[in-house]
């Protein structure tokens, strides 16, 4: 996963790498461990849809949007 890391990719809905040693190894290694197991793919597919329409609907959006505005107006009217 990349971009937007901590939203949306936890260790079930991807594999997550960090920079450092050996990382085209460990991209080989990932890779090919998710063409072996179909149950990994099926679990990680459906557990990322899962996240995506509970936090990522347009719905989400423009509520915490809102939200965000009106936290922000009130901290103006209040001299903060």
Avoid: H, W
Avoid at 30 to 50: H, P
Avoid at 58 to 63: G, I, K, L, Q
């Amino acid at each position: 996963c990349a971009g937007g890391i901590p939203e949306m990719c936890t260790s079930d809905t991807g594999i997550l790498l960090k920079r450092g040693e050996n990382l085209p190894d460990k991209i080989e290694r990932s890779i090919r461990d998710l063409i072996d197991d179909e149950a990994l793919r099926e679990k990680m597919g459906k557990s990322a849809r899962s996240r995506v329409e509970q936090y990522f609907t347009v719905d989400t959006y423009y509520d915490n949007f809102i939200r965000i505005l009106q936290d922000t107006i009130s901290e103006d009217k209040n001299g903060k």
